[in-house]
């Protein structure tokens, strides 16, 4: 907590739903704190309290550079995917009820749409609820549009200008966000090339996209392309993809996409590829349920989603500017909103 200077780290029992939570609020500067709650049989406690710490100071960040009024927090919950339960799901609404607002909760991995309906049987700070219930549903095409956008940013200012025809981007991992995100490029003229290692979403993305093409997953990094767009897991810029990767942008939905970014980031600099921060480029589905929050709207959703273009502009200038890799650059924006509105909102 003091290294990463969270605000407040909350553990939370019930046995008789079997529910072991961990909530943690990085940063309330800017509003409540959103992000979502994961479901993962974490081997020990220490392991579920990293990475609640990590993904919420994440979230921090990625609420700032979005010019959103929220904060950063994120929830763990230590089970096995498969005893989910309505007990479960309502005793964890109950505790996140009881911080008053200060953390609003919302999907991840191993929670759907579903689970936030229980959780807001017993708290008003739900979001991601389903479109019946008056909620905004699915949020990855949302996050695929603005992957989108933000690759646009990054063709503009790599070739003058941000028309896709032609180009080829291969997108690692056709789930959810993915497959929105190769429709946007299949529209805009590039030639996508797709790899996942679960064969029945490459064919369903094969089936409504035929003129895409199916590649290895072993040899992704081999292939020639001038996009790489990582869409499945984190850290897959490293070391070893560095060595061969001969794309000119990297710009995908995956979280923590540079295994180490004070290496990677120089590196890539070094390389000439232009790297979209993921905090920034992947924001639309946080965007998209922070609407929630307000009355829900569609075209007001896409407004914002579509801000991402110009903050990805605006990072590289920086980055150029004053010699500090994209990441960094978006990093300093983040960190000096939440400074600055810090100081207006200290004011009467
Ligand atoms: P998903 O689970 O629906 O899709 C991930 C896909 O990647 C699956 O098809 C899976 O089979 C594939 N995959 C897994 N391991 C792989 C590997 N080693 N090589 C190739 N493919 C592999 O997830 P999603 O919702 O589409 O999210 C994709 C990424 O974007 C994740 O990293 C997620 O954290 C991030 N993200 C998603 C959202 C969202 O709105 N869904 C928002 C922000 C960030």
């Given at each position: 907590m003091q290294d990463m200077e969270h605000e407040q780290v909350v553990f939370c029992q019930d046995?008789?739903?079997?529910?072991?939570?961990?909530?943690?609020?990085?940063?309330?500067?800017?509003?409540?704190?959103?992000?979502?709650?994961?479901?993962?049989?974490?081997?020990t406690h220490g392991e579920a309290v990293v990475d609640a710490l990590r993904l919420s100071r994440g979230m921090t960040y990625k609420a700032a550079i979005s010019g959103l009024n929220l904060g950063g927090g994120k929830a763990v919950i230590i089970a096995d995917p498969a005893n989910k339960s309505e007990m479960l799901w309502r005793r964890y609404g109950k505790f996140v009820d009881s911080l008053g607002g200060k953390y609003i909760t919302a999907e991840d991995v191993n929670t759907s749409a579903r689970d936030m309906e229980f959780i807001a049987l017993e708290t008003k700070s739900v979001t991601g609820v389903p479109e019946y219930m008056g909620g905004s549903g699915d949020p990855s095409p949302f996050t695929a549009y603005g992957v989108f956008v933000g690759m646009k940013a990054a063709a503009k200012k790599r070739w003058g200008n941000d028309n896709l025809e032609g180009k080829t981007v291969l997108v690692q991992g056709v789930g959810h966000v993915g497959q929105y995100l190769v429709g946007h490029l299949v529209e805009a003229g590039a030639t996508v090339k797709v790899s996942d290692i679960k064969d029945a979403n490459l064919q369903k993305v094969k089936a409504d996209f035929p003129a895409v093409t199916i590649v290895d997953n072993d040899t992704i990094f081999d292939q020639d392309m001038d996009i790489y767009a990582p869409c499945a897991l984190g850290a897959t810029v490293n070391e070893e993809s560095l060595s061969k990767l001969k794309a000119s942008i990297i710009a995908g939905a995956a979280n923590n996409q540079l295994a180490d970014e004070n290496v990677q980031g120089p590196k890539l600099i070094e390389k000439g590829i232009l790297y979209v921060p993921d905090f920034l480029i992947n924001a639309g589905g946080l965007i998209n349920v922070a609407a929630e929050l307000e009355t829900y709207n569609v075209d007001r959703v896409k407004g914002n989603v579509e801000k991402i273009y110009d903050r990805t502009l605006e990072i590289f200038a920086l980055s150029e500017r004053e010699q500090l890799h994209t990441q960094q650059a978006a990093m300093r924006i983040a960190q000096q909103r939440i400074d600055d509105i810090g100081k207006v909102h200290s004011r009467m």
């Open positions: 046995p008789a739903s079997g529910l072991q939570a961990i909530i943690a609020i990085h940063n309330t500067t800017l509003g409540p704190a959103l992000g979502g709650t994961r479901l993962w049989p974490y081997k």
